[in-house]
Each structure stands twice: as structure tokens, then as C-alpha cells.
């Protein structure tokens, strides 16, 4: 979501997420770098983090009525080598330290019955100076009948380290989490969110080499080069969605949009995102990583970074 204390302009983006989402309307969505600062003036008011002050704008229009949402709050700050930051979000004027704490998270709305969620923790940073930031994979059980009966659909949202080693490790760590709740080789599962890491590097390898995930962006799309990173100017693919072989076999699309800002420059995030649809998932909607929601382009466009997609 490009946190707000980093990425200005958060009154204004909330809008063109609003927009966006409400224009589609995917069943999922799975959001990562949810900022929760008590001293930021929108927080301030609602006490809603970034992800919810979306889906509050979004009810307050009739959409995502009751729709269930849970947050993995991933950072603490201060950090430091000696770990001894602290991770309950104080205002400046109440915090311990005298300034600001704040959480970072990922987060997950669904219009379907979130009937399990929790998260793995990932190995603290190796190298301070490249990336200070705790990290998680989050998890979730979605529900398409809402009774605990399924059919269910495992959701995994992710937020790599920007350090190649630890990235290595992060996925390790989720792998293995991945492999404790379900079945790799039966199980309807995904594995979408922001990898921070290239095509070809390794972490993106050992994804590949596991012979139960599929990247579905290149699964649909081998020719083209799916740069989602940085919204003003993508040379870089960084986010992905990988499928596990059942899940596969219902994709019928994966798309990247919102590469237009607004008519004063904006965009909503840093990244663009990737909508994914499948058939016979509870006649699902499209699935949405990061924000993104697009009607179907021409396979040569998708190379053009000025067409306006959605």
C-alpha cells in the first residue's frame, strides 16, 4: 500500500484505492507495508489502520458490507541489532521512548468467511544495514460456503526481505509453514504479495524449483515482463502470485493495472498490483494481491507503461 509515513498523499490515495476496488469488487484481497502510526492525522481521527480506513470508506458506500478482515502487525520500532525495540504502537506524547511507535502489516479483507488465520514469523535481519524490518507471512483459511465446510481456499500473504540472504531464508521459513497446513500436491493455495526480489535471483528460484508452485504471471504471460516496481517508472517485477497445482488448473487470467496516476500525477501506491480470476471457486470474483483490478488488455499492451488499464 506504500505506508503513509513514507509515501505522502495518503487522503488522496485512499480514494483512488477506493476506486479501484469498488469498481471490481474481487472477493479477496491481500495487502502488504499496512501502517499503523497513533500520531498520523487519519489514524489520529479513525484509529483505523491503512487498510481499514479503505475498507471504512468503502462500507460507508455500500460495499464490503460484513466483509471479515485480520492484520499481522510485522515491525517493531525502533529496531536494532540488539532487538530491543518495542512493538505497542504509542503516540509520541505516551511513548516510552518520547517518540512515535508504530506497527507495519499485512493485511487481508475477504467478502468470504476468514475461518482460520494466524502467521509465521520470519528470521530477523542479518544485515541491519539493508533491510531493519521484522518480517511475517500471513495466513489465511477462506471459506467459500461461510459455514466451515468449505470449499476452502489457503491464503499466504507475503513481504520479503530487500537483502538477497535473508529473502533466502524467508522463503525457506514459509515454505515450511506452507507445508504444516496443507496439502502441497491436493490443496487450493496461494502465495501472492510483494517478493521484493527479481526473476532469476534465488529466493524466486528456489519458488520455482518446488515443483508444487507455479508463477502465474509467467504461466500466462511467458513473453512479457510483468513489472510491477516502481509505479512512475516499472523496471522491475517484484510481485508475483504463485499457485499450487490444483489452484492452477481453475486460473483463468492474471493481469497487472493502474499504471495511470490520476490528473495530478498520483498514484495510490508504489507498486501496481496483480488480479487474478479463477472458475468454479464459489463463482468467485477475481483475487486481488496489492490493489490492482483491470478489465482484460491486449498481450501487447502489456508491455506499454502509459496505457491506462482499468
Known amino acids: 500500500m506504500a505506508n503513509y509515513d513514507d509515501h505522502p498523499n495518503w487522503t488522496?490515495?485512499?480514494?483512488?484505492?477506493?476506486?479501484?476496488?469498488?469498481?471490481?469488487?474481487?472477493?479477496?484481497?491481500?495487502?502488504?507495508?499496512?501502517?499503523?502510526?497513533?500520531?498520523?492525522?487519519?489514524?489520529?481521527?479513525?484509529?483505523?489502520?491503512?487498510?481499514?480506513?479503505?475498507?471504512?470508506?468503502?462500507?460507508?458506500?455500500?460495499?464490503?458490507?460484513?466483509?471479515?478482515?485480520?492484520?499481522?502487525?510485522?515491525e517493531r520500532i525502533p529496531?536494532?541489532?540488539?532487538?530491543?525495540?518495542?512493538?505497542?504502537?504509542?503516540?509520541?506524547?505516551?511513548?516510552?521512548?518520547?517518540?512515535?511507535?508504530?506497527w507495519e502489516a499485512l493485511s487481508i479483507i475477504s467478502k468470504f468467511w476468514i475461518k482460520e488465520t494466524g502467521c509465521c514469523w520470519l528470521s530477523p535481519p542479518s544485515v541491519f544495514t539493508n533491510d531493519l524490518n521484522t518480517r511475517a507471512t500471513q495466513y489465511a483459511t477462506i471459506d467459500f460456503s461461510n459455514t466451515g465446510q468449505g470449499p476452502f481456499l489457503y491464503v499466504f500473504n507475503i513481504h520479503f526481505s530487500t537483502d538477497v540472504n535473508d529473502a533466502i531464508n524467508n522463503v525457506n521459513t514459509t515454505l515450511s509453514y506452507i507445508q504444516k497446513i496443507v496439502n502441497v500436491n491436493q490443496d487450493f493455495f496461494l502465495l501472492a504479495g510483494d517478493y521484493n526480489m527479481e526473476p532469476g535471483s534465488a529466493p524466486i528460484n528456489i519458488l520455482n524449483n518446488t515443483g508444487y508452485l507455479t508463477d502465474m504471471w509467467y504461466h500466462f504471460w511467458p513473453a512479457t515482463s510483468g513489472y510491477t516496481y516502481p509505479s512512475t517508472n516499472p523496471i522491475k517485477r517484484i510481485d508475483y502470485l504463485y499457485l499450487s497445482t490444483p489452484l492452477l488448473q481453475r486460473a483463468t487470467s492474471i493481469y497487472i493495472a493502474a499504471n495511470r496516476p490520476d490528473n495530478t500525477g498520483l498514484y495510490a501506491s508504489d507498486h501496481f498490483g496483480l488480479l487474478s480470476s479463477f472458475n468454479n471457486l464459489a463463482n468467485s470474483n477475481p483475487i486481488e494481491s496489492e490493489w490492482i483490478i483491470v478489465n482484460k488488455p491486449q498481450q501487447q499492451e502489456l508491455e506499454q507503461h502509459d496505457i491506462d488499464y482499468y
Do not use: C, W
Open 12 to 74: 488522496n490515495r485512499v480514494a483512488l484505492f477506493v476506486s479501484v476496488i469498488a469498481d471490481k469488487q474481487p472477493d479477496i484481497i491481500l495487502f502488504q507495508e499496512v501502517r499503523f502510526n497513533p500520531d498520523q492525522p487519519d489514524t489520529k481521527r479513525t484509529y483505523q489502520n491503512m487498510a481499514e480506513q479503505v475498507l471504512s470508506v468503502l462500507q460507508s458506500k455500500n460495499f464490503y458490507r460484513g466483509a471479515y478482515h485480520t492484520h499481522v502487525p510485522i
Open 79 to 102: 529496531l536494532s541489532p540488539s532487538n530491543a525495540g518495542f512493538n505497542v504502537p504509542s503516540p509520541a506524547s505516551l511513548s516510552p521512548i518520547g517518540r512515535t511507535i508504530e
